[in-house]
């Protein structure tokens, strides 16, 4: 690990025709002690990430600070540049479906590979930290871990890590990971590895939303609190929720979305929460909502392609005495 002090780096990926850099912030303190990786802008146009991960590495003191924190502050540049949601303007993949990644594979596999390559080999815990996307309005803001994939030990930790980054909803994700094919997002490519790893979910809209990069620059620093990296100590938080039984409902033809709700509200059973529009305007499917909860997510702009998430509904549930 690189000695004492607040390293700027720029990490090159290179394929064949093109090329790109990890921005890397490198923050070293005098005591040695676990190894932070944090992770934003694996999707370019989730911004809250990006500029809270950025102020964190600016306002991180070294001389403070036990063991190592490494911050990407755009694992997309592409993307960033290019202003695309979901996908790389240079080879059109979702670089968040193609973990571990692959050598000599297009540039966002190759940026894949370097992340878990070069820098999950030397993480003690990884934080993914998301948003809804350019065109994706989310709500609450939350953390995620793998409660059924990786060893006991992992999923204990990673639980404690999504429960210590202070937001007041948690994700449980169900999936297991039996097959290293799955392990193709960020978080569970390191959990694949052995690293407890959390997704981390704020903002969107393609905004950079001051509340989210508040919450998320405080869960940065209750992180370090929790990994024993800060002498600060932090309350714990209280009133956490389990958000579970997140269903989707995805637009059956391409067309325009025309959104009646926004994430955040609470919805019943078959309420009208939007409708596609074919080219012409002609409603061609109504949208309405699988169960009664909480509608977490829906497209915040009209552009739709057969296939794609519209909204997203979930429950929630009390949290109260099973904290780790
Ligand atoms: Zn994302």
Redesign the pocket.
Same mark, same amino acid.
């Given at each position: 690990m690189a000695e004492s002090g607040k390293h700027h780096i720029a990490i090159p990926v290179e394929s064949t025709d093109q090329h790109t850099i990890l921005p890397v912030t490198v923050v070293t303190g005098l005591q040695p002690g676990p190894v932070l990786l944090v992770i934003a802008g694996? %999707?370019g146009s989730?911004y809250a990430p990006i500029v809270a991960g950025q102020r964190f590495g600016m306002a991180l003191d070294f001389r403070t600070l036990t063991g190592t924190v490494m911050i990407v502050h755009m694992a997309n540049l592409p993307a960033y540049l290019g202003r695309t949601v979901y996908t790389s303007p240079v080879d059109g993949l979702n670089l968040?479906r193609e973990f571990p990644g692959n050598a000599q594979g297009s540039l966002s596999q190759r940026i894949a590979y370097t992340l878990t390559n070069k820098l999950y080999p030397l993480a003690d815990a990884v934080l993914d930290v %998301?948003?809804g996307?350019g065109n994706e309005d989310l709500r609450p803001y939350w953390t995620g871990y793998y409660a059924r994939a990786g060893s006991a030990d992992v999923i204990k930790r990673s639980k404690s890590l999504a429960f210590a980054f202070g937001m007041q909803h948690v994700v449980p994700f169900e999936w297991e990971l039996g097959k290293s094919a799955n392990a193709i997002w960020a978080g569970s490519a390191a959990v694949a590895m052995g690293i407890p790893s959390i997704d981390v979910e704020a903002g969107g809209s393609g905004v950079v939303d001051a509340q989210a990069v508040k919450l998320l620059t405080e869960g940065f620093n209750r992180t370090l609190s929790h990994l024993g990296m800060i002498r600060q100590r932090y309350p714990s938080p209280t009133g956490q929720r389990i958000i579970f039984d997140r269903q989707s409902v995805k637009s059956p033809l391409s067309g325009s979305w025309v959104s009646l709700k926004a994430a955040g509200e609470t919805v019943m059973a078959g309420e009208l929460l939007g409708y596609v529009t074919d080219w012409h305007g002609r409603t061609v499917f109504e949208a309405r909502s699988p169960k009664d909860g909480l509608l977490m997510l829906r497209l915040s702009a009209p552009p739709v392609s057969q296939g794609e998430t519209l909204v997203v509904v979930g429950s929630t549930k009390s949290h109260a005495g099973d904290a780790p």
């Amino acid at each position: 690990m690189a000695e004492s002090g607040k390293h700027h780096i720029a990490i090159p990926v290179e394929s064949t025709d093109q090329h790109t850099i990890l921005p890397v912030t490198v923050v070293t303190g005098l005591q040695p002690g676990p190894v932070l990786l944090v992770i934003a802008g694996i %999707h370019g146009s989730e911004y809250a990430p990006i500029v809270a991960g950025q102020r964190f590495g600016m306002a991180l003191d070294f001389r403070t600070l036990t063991g190592t924190v490494m911050i990407v502050h755009m694992a997309n540049l592409p993307a960033y540049l290019g202003r695309t949601v979901y996908t790389s303007p240079v080879d059109g993949l979702n670089l968040n479906r193609e973990f571990p990644g692959n050598a000599q594979g297009s540039l966002s596999q190759r940026i894949a590979y370097t992340l878990t390559n070069k820098l999950y080999p030397l993480a003690d815990a990884v934080l993914d930290v %998301h948003s809804g996307d350019g065109n994706e309005d989310l709500r609450p803001y939350w953390t995620g871990y793998y409660a059924r994939a990786g060893s006991a030990d992992v999923i204990k930790r990673s639980k404690s890590l999504a429960f210590a980054f202070g937001m007041q909803h948690v994700v449980p994700f169900e999936w297991e990971l039996g097959k290293s094919a799955n392990a193709i997002w960020a978080g569970s490519a390191a959990v694949a590895m052995g690293i407890p790893s959390i997704d981390v979910e704020a903002g969107g809209s393609g905004v950079v939303d001051a509340q989210a990069v508040k919450l998320l620059t405080e869960g940065f620093n209750r992180t370090l609190s929790h990994l024993g990296m800060i002498r600060q100590r932090y309350p714990s938080p209280t009133g956490q929720r389990i958000i579970f039984d997140r269903q989707s409902v995805k637009s059956p033809l391409s067309g325009s979305w025309v959104s009646l709700k926004a994430a955040g509200e609470t919805v019943m059973a078959g309420e009208l929460l939007g409708y596609v529009t074919d080219w012409h305007g002609r409603t061609v499917f109504e949208a309405r909502s699988p169960k009664d909860g909480l509608l977490m997510l829906r497209l915040s702009a009209p552009p739709v392609s057969q296939g794609e998430t519209l909204v997203v509904v979930g429950s929630t549930k009390s949290h109260a005495g099973d904290a780790p």
